[in-house]
């Protein structure tokens, strides 16, 4: 057993999750990676995390039918969705989302929020 927080990040564009996966592990966490919305729920459902980063834009199932559906089954665990459209703001938050940051992201920013967040539903 790991004493190191676990985060899900959920995002169809491989080089933006591997570049937060590789910086989340770098920085202490133990990373799952989730290409879309589906994957997001299979990987949800068959793990433990403490934080998710939810992109909202996806193939197959978009993140804010996957936040509804994590959300239906845990009210308390914090996701962060990160979305290139302010738009879609007020509907994330509507629907259970810890947060919303809008692309493009410093990657020192989204720690940041990532373990405020935590530290949040650990309170």
């Known amino acids: 057993m790991t004493d190191k927080p676990s985060i899900l990040i959920v995002d169809d564009e491989h080089n933006i999750r591997v570049a937060l996966a590789r910086w989340f592990t770098l920085h202490g966490f133990e990373v ?22 939810m992109d909202l ?24 969705v990160v979305t290139g ?9 509507q629907h259970g989302a810890h947060r919303v940051l809008i692309k493009p992201l410093h990657l020192r920013e989204l720690e940041a929020e990532v373990r405020q967040a935590m530290h949040d539903s650990a309170g």
Not at 32 to 53: L, P
Not at 85 to 93: G, K, N
Request: glycine share 8%; hydrophobic share 45%; charged share 35%.
């Open 32 to 53: 799952e990676q989730a290409i879309d919305g589906i994957d997001a729920i299979e990987k949800f459902e068959a793990g433990r995390f403490d934080v998710i980063t």
């Open 85 to 93: 459209f302010s738009v879609d703001t007020a509907v994330a938050l």
């Open 57 to 80: 834009e996806m193939p197959r199932m978009g993140g804010l039918d996957a936040l509804k559906e994590i959300r239906s089954r845990d009210k308390d665990i914090p996701v962060l």
